[in-house]
């Protein structure tokens, strides 16, 4: 089975922290994405990664940015965290179907 | 994208077959129907896929009608744990990323 991890299940920072949200996945998918979920606007796409060092805006890229060094890993960066990026986050891999992770529940105080 | 329609939401009763509609009148030719389930405080689950034919795996069969403007996902034999949110998505198999829309709200009842 396709296994695609997320570092943290729960994760509280403070505003205008630096936050890392990781991902790996173990079935040498080309493809990794980063979405969010907010209670009535469903999943939306921030960034997706086509392979190592290649990534591509999704249509909520704002305030966030990723890295994709290894091609099993996948990394979430916000960079200056802010009460608006309180969300789950959603790592997925592979091309269709998607493999997603269980979450990560962001909460920015 | 092709645009999908699927109810709000669905009852069934534990035992029973769920069947899940989804409109899709602008499906292209070369685009697929995927569907994924999301359990409350999990990811997104992968169930199945189809183009034109039938399908059916350990999880659900999936029905697509001749014109392909809508399809069924069938749960043949519903359980408590098949309670989650279900997303149809149409989608070019040469396209990586997904839209999710609201889905469909099943609720498997006793």
């Known amino acids: 089975d396709v296994k695609v991890t997320q570092s943290s299940r729960y994760l509280v920072k403070r505003t205008g922290e630096k936050v890392f949200l990781e991902c790996v996945q173990d079935m040498d998918h080309e493809n990794m994405f980063w979405y969010r979920q907010d209670p009535g606007l469903g999943l939306r796409l921030i960034y997706f990664?086509?392979?190592?060092?290649?990534?591509e805006k999704g249509d909520i890229p704002e305030g966030y940015s990723v890295s994709r060094e290894k091609k099993e890993r996948f990394s979430l960066i916000l960079e200056s965290a802010s009460t608006n990026q309180t969300s789950m986050y959603l790592c997925?891999?592979?091309?269709?179907?998607?493999?997603f992770g269980d979450g990560t529940r962001l909460s920015i105080l | 994208d092709a645009k999908t329609t699927q109810p709000t939401s669905m009852d069934c009763a534990e035992g029973r077959a769920a069947n899940l509609p989804c409109n899709h009148s602008t499906i292209s030719g070369n685009e697929y129907v995927y569907w994924y389930r999301q359990i409350h405080s999990q990811g997104p689950q992968y169930i199945i896929h189809?183009?034109?034919n039938n399908e059916t795996n350990e999880m659900a069969s999936l029905i697509i009608t001749e014109d392909r403007k809508s399809s069924t996902l069938i749960l043949p034999h519903a359980t408590l744990r098949d309670t989650a949110v279900y997303y149809c998505?149409?989608?070019?198999?040469?396209?990586?990323?997904?839209?999710f829309g609201k889905g469909t709200m099943l609720l498997v009842s006793p």
């Open positions: 990664s086509y392979d190592v060092k290649m990534k």
């Open positions: 997925a891999s592979g091309q269709q179907p998607q493999h």
């Open positions: 189809g183009l034109k």
């Open positions: 998505i149409v989608r070019d198999s040469g396209y990586s990323t997904l839209t």
